[in-house]
């Protein structure tokens, strides 16, 4: 069974300065995707970025991107130039490749943005 | 994008009576949806995989007798809390999933519905 661990329930940071995020998981399998979504206060689930396994390089998105670290299966979000806008809970979330397979989520991480 | 309504976004009932709760992709086929319930401030826990057509998959402790979930429709499937006691009040949201071979790469999620029960 896949699970994923997100290590930091509360995190900090000021408008304008750079948070990370923490997440490792765990699995025996080698295909799989990595996401982070973001809950705001509407509590409607926002993806905000997503990760191959396969694919060596670390997703971008604008003010976010990913250290994707496979050997160590961790896979951490930074987030630049934080912004209020950015204060909701974070979830990491993995899936296997298969039809049959389910998202598992973390635990997730609340983000607050202060000015 | 893809969209996934779900509704209602908020119902309070009585305890004893049943609430059901939809969840449509309004454009594409969703070949399998999924039910989550989540607590405040927890995260999301899966209650059930539904697959069109067939019978759903309910996760270990989830009574299936309760939460009766159907998915007739490729792009309709609904959560029906039976008989919903005060311990059923949540946050129940849903994920589909369409049918592309890469089709985990996005899952899309409804808008939650909350659920209170007096």
């Known amino acids: 069974a896949q699970t994923v661990t997100q290590s930091q329930p509360e995190m900090s940071v000021q408008e304008a300065e750079t948070v990370t995020l923490s997440c490792t998981y765990d699995t025996s399998e080698n295909n799989y995707y990595l996401f982070w979504y973001k809950q705001p206060p509407s509590r409607q689930m926002i993806l905000v970025i997503r990760q191959e396994a396969y694919k060596q390089q670390n997703a971008t998105e604008n003010r976010f991107s990913v250290n994707f670290q496979k050997a160590a299966k961790s896979f951490s979000l930074k987030i630049s130039d934080s912004q209020l806008g950015d204060t909701a809970m974070y979830f990491c979330?993995?899936?296997?490749?298969?039809?049959?397979?389910?998202?598992?989520f973390g635990t997730g991480t609340r983000l607050q943005v202060t000015l | 994008g893809a969209v996934v309504s779900q509704h209602p976004s908020r119902v309070i009932c009585k305890s004893g009576t049943s609430v059901k709760i939809e969840c449509r992709s309004l454009d594409f086929q969703a070949t399998t949806m999924f039910w989550y319930r989540q607590f405040p401030k927890q995260s999301l826990m899966l209650m059930a995989t539904?697959?069109?057509?067939?019978?759903?998959?309910?996760e270990q402790g989830v009574e299936k007798d309760k939460f009766l979930i159907n998915h007739a429709s490729l792009t309709l499937s609904t959560l029906t809390v039976t008989s919903a006691h005060p311990e059923d009040s949540s946050f129940y949201i849903c994920s589909a999933r369409g049918l592309s071979q890469k089709a985990n790469e996005k899952l899309f999620f409804g808008s939650g519905t909350q659920l209170s029960v007096l």
């Open positions: 979330a993995f899936i296997l490749t298969g039809t049959a397979s389910k998202l598992t």
């Open positions: 539904s697959n069109e057509g067939s019978k759903a998959t309910y």
